[in-house]
């Protein structure tokens, strides 16, 4: 994360919640997230070498263990209750794919959602007549 963050401070690639960030900048920044994540993995299924020393590899083994139960236990944004944060793109993805509930896509306004109440959609649009705004 501090490695991503650190090019995106130093201006090597652009943060897609930028206002002025475009189709492909996202991209790019989602190209390069992926490297810094795989670069970020542990190799768990790999030996630990022979040559380190009794306390270097019990620091490596706790090390590890330790690694495994914060990451089970943090959210990606790593605070808890942390939301989720997707490029506009992501987010056409994940609900074309059905892995998010379409029925609450927050790219669609509150009032024109199934489950909006009707009495108070009726209010809003009166008011709006009333006072002559457009969408």
């Known amino acids: 994360y501090k490695a991503l963050r650190s090019d995106v401070v130093e201006g090597k690639i652009k943060d897609p919640r930028d206002v002025d960030s475009t189709y492909e900048s996202r991209r790019e920044f989602d190209r390069y997230r992926g490297g810094y994540y795989n670069g970020m993995v542990n190799a768990y299924g790999y ?4 040559d380190l020393s009794e306390e270097s590899v019990q620091l490596k083994i706790d ?4 690694t495994a139960k914060l990451a089970a236990l943090t959210p990606p944004q790593g605070y808890p209750n942390a939301p989720y944060y997707f490029t506009p793109e992501n987010l056409e993805w ?5 892995k998010l509930d ?7 306004p509150a009032i024109y959602r199934y489950n909006f109440p ?7 649009k009166a008011y709006a007549r009333e006072h002559n705004i457009k969408e």
Do not use: F, Q, T, V
């Not at 994940?94 to 059905?98: E, I």
């Not at 379409?102 to 669609?108: E, G, T, Y």
């Open 47 to 50: 030996d630990i070498p022979n």
């Open 63 to 66: 090390s590890m263990i330790l």
């Open 94 to 98: 994940y609900y074309k794919r059905h």
């Open 102 to 108: 379409a029925k609450l896509d927050p790219r669609i």
């Open 118 to 124: 009707e009495d108070l959609k009726e209010k809003i």
